[in-house]
């Protein structure tokens, strides 16, 4: 029995997974697909349309009883975040790729936006991204379809950012406001980030790999929890050895070509296991640069009731969670510090009423004023850009162990003036629009969060400070490539996912006309 | 090392089945967002406490329903707040000690004023005990155990009541988590810039 020896194995099903391994199948590319977690049935695994009284702990699970997936950080399921992310999807523009050439804070992107843009166009064609062109400079416009109309309180912070000059734009998602052949188009029931079990929300498992089985030359392998990247004495990848998720029997796989896609942490965790003779720092850690430059974007908040709604009835209004943005507007403002955020607001659904604890006093008055307050709920949540500094970065845990045995990723974040600055100022500008748009504020985060976990196999031309090169290809080992978040050297404020999709595919067109050339 | 050739599961064969082998409208006719009409947390018949004893789970269900009382709509016994209460205790330590010493605390307090534990008083009475609790707790800075207490029984106590569906649905008219052929533009021009 020859050993099937694969042209690409990819690691990890997600946004990145999804997409490079779809677009490689159909150009006739031999791959295979590495996923730690279960196979799902989008249409029945998720507990979609649970209410919490549904639970004696009022706590809705993300799968149904019985139903595998989602255990753990690197078994989530075929299809990875893409399941349960909230599918906003944005270009990045030229500022946030050569950030360091205009204010010379952090890092250069070694590519530019027209390297990307064709394949943002690709990605867009095919995951249906709903939007406005706005004509933005910081914010390319792409291929959209009709964006969703604004909320009530969209239309009420819109009013209030217009006073003071920042403008609200409708939310890019990958979600279909119009149906395809295959997928119906949102019917707003607030549940995307619990499973949208009708995929008119983008997931890789439907949208790009299922679809792409049947080239025949897409494979699968599901529950297979990738520990080491064996490398040979010849400084070449061989493949992946992986455990089974339940059984935990050892597995092997064989690949010409290997592509780490298990988002940020554990794609740097799975390179810092892969230990060797060559590399007994990590796979492709000649620099020491692995797990170094995190940059996770920050996040603060602000929950405030619109007075313009409170007292009014209630309405279904949950839609498909965020319609509008505030897309970054400090680039043309004097400030004191680099980089910039956004602001996402509004994604909260109504059947979370945490804030209710915090409303004072007790009785009849108290129960009065959670109703009245009720349909006016409003959540901002601006991110910002960190900037990369020592303190920040990844490694694994010298002593805790997962259930398989491996070692526990760990993630070091240190804010440091430049974040605080933003930080302060973000949540500044969140009080001020809010106040303008006539909000009572309810609470206020004192101390930032981490979200979108970005950074640790930074991309870069020169081999001693990043891990990989313009081309996601690993400057130690020619045929070993990363992509996925962890590959940005600087995080813009904006979503990343719909740029990692579009590094993806951009790898799939490098890596699929190489082989074609019998160059990898 | 073993290789475990049968952990190797080939599913290419299997792709030509669309995964989505309906048109739209056929998938919102089949796919009603109906609210489950059975509700496991607030299922009629007595509750059997697990952690709390017959009189703490008196006492949490008198302060449930004076922190939300019954109003045109019931109030947070009838909404199965106590049950959720001991359910969370049950799974929770440290709320345990909290809990524990803070209905001591009210009982201590209780017979100090009044001569009779809380469970026994008039609500003008817990009321009075209760008020400067809460004040306390609105300005940010409970520190006694009574203090401390009433700030977490309120807690479970709001989320109890708001994610029941007495709290979520009847009184605060949640109408989300339907179908919707179209998404509803705002039509209100005062809203408007």
């Excluded at chain 1, 897309?327 to 910039?340: N, T, V």
């Excluded at chain 1, 303190?391 to 430049?418: M, T």
């Excluded at chain 1, 870069?460 to 070993?480: E, K, Q």
């Excluded at chain 2, 440290?94 to 809990?99: I, S």
């Amino acid at each position: 029995m020859g050993r099937k020896v694969y042209d690409v194995c990819v690691i990890g099903s997600g946004a990145a997974g999804g997409t490079l391994s779809a677009h490689l199948a159909q150009m006739g590319v031999d791959v295979v697909v590495l996923e730690g977690g279960p196979k799902i049935n989008t249409r029945t695994a998720f507990n979609t349309h649970a209410m919490p009284f549904d639970f004696a702990s009022r706590h809705i699970p993300t799968m149904r009883p019985g139903v595998a997936g989602f255990d753990s950080e690197r078994t989530r399921g075929v299809g990875g975040k893409t399941m349960t992310w909230n599918a906003v999807a944005w270009r990045f523009g030229h500022r946030d790729f050569k950030g360091r050439s205009i204010d010379g804070a952090g890092e250069d992107w070694p590519i530019d936006y027209p390297d990307l843009a064709p394949y943002y166009d690709r990605v867009e064609r095919e995951v249906g991204v709903c939007g406005n062109a706005d004509h933005l400079e910081d914010l390319p416009d792409g291929i959209f379809l009709p964006p969703v109309p604004f909320k009530c309180s969209d239309e009420i912070i819109r009013r209030g950012a217009k006073k003071l000059g920042v403008r609200v734009i409708h939310v890019r998602k990958a979600t279909r406001s119009v149906a395809s052949a295959t997928r119906p188009a949102c019917h707003f029931c607030g549940n995307c980030m619990a499973g949208c079990d009708v995929v008119a929300k983008y997931n890789s498992a439907d949208v790009h790999m299922i679809p792409a089985l049947k080239t025949g030359h897409l494979t699968i392998v599901h529950d297979a929890v990738a520990y080491e990247i064996p490398v040979s004495d010849e400084n070449r990848v061989t493949g992946v050895r992986y455990l089974n998720r339940t059984t935990q029997a050892e597995g092997e796989i064989y690949a010409r070509n290997v592509v780490v896609a298990c988002a940020c942490v554990q794609s740097v965790a799975l390179l810092l296991m892969s230990r060797s003779r060559l590399y007994p720092a990590g796979l492709a850690n000649s620099s020491g640069a692995l797990g170094r430059h995190f940059i996770p974007h920050f996040t603060g908040g602000v929950e405030c009731f619109l007075t313009d709604l409170i007292g009014k009835p209630t309405t279904d209004d949950e839609g498909f969670l965020d319609h509008a943005y505030i897309p970054s507007f400090m680039h043309e403002r004097k400030r004191d510090y680099a980089r910039s955020f956004g602001i996402q607001f509004n994604y909260q659904n109504r059947r979370a009423v945490g804030w209710a604890r915090s409303m004072p006093g007790f009785g009849k008055a108290y129960k009065a004023s959670v109703k009245q307050r009720y349909p006016a709920f409003l959540t901002f949540s601006p991110y910002g850009e960190m900037l990369p500094n020592p303190q920040s970065f990844i490694d694994l845990d010298p002593d805790k162990k997962d259930a398989w045995g491996l070692p526990l990723a760990r993630r070091h974040v240190a804010w440091k003036e430049n974040d605080r600055k933003i930080f302060a100022d973000m949540t500044r500008w969140s009080l001020a629009i809010l106040k303008s748009a006539g909000a009572e504020i309810h609470e206020v985060s004192e101390e930032p969060r981490t979200n979108h976990e970005l950074g640790g196999c930074r991309m870069g031309t020169d081999p001693r400070r990043s891990v990989v090169n313009a081309d996601c290809r690993t400057h130690d080992v020619p045929n070993l490539y990363v992509v996925d978040g962890s590959v940005f050297p600087s995080a813009s404020e904006k979503n990343p996912t719909l740029t990692i999709m579009a590094l993806a595919a951009r790898l799939a067109s490098y890596l699929g006309e190489s082989l074609r050339k019998g160059e990898a | 090392m073993e290789n475990r050739r049968d952990t190797l599961k080939i599913i290419g064969a299997i792709g030509a089945t669309c995964a989505f082998p309906f048109s739209a409208d056929e998938l919102y006719a089949q796919h009603a967002h109906t609210v489950p009409t059975t509700a496991p947390a607030n299922a009629a018949g007595p509750y059997h406490p697990k952690f709390l004893n017959g009189t703490e789970f008196e006492t949490v269900s008198i302060v449930a329903d004076l922190i939300i009382p019954p109003t045109d709509t019931p109030g947070a016994t009838a909404a199965g707040v106590p049950a959720y209460i001991d359910t969370v205790l049950d799974a929770n330590s440290e709320y345990q000690h909290r809990f524990r010493t803070g209905l001591k605390w009210l009982d201590n307090t209780a017979l100090k004023r009044f001569g009779k534990p809380f469970r026994q008083l008039d609500e003008r009475s817990q009321v009075e005990i209760l008020t400067p609790l809460s004040e306390a707790v609105d300005k940010g800075d409970a520190r006694s155990e009574g203090e401390i207490f009433f700030r977490a029984m309120k807690s479970l106590t709001a989320d109890g009541y708001y994610t029941s569906r007495i709290g979520l649905v009847d009184e605060l008219q949640y109408k989300g988590n339907t179908v919707l052929a179209a998404f509803p533009p705002c039509k209100h021009p005062e809203h408007r810039e």
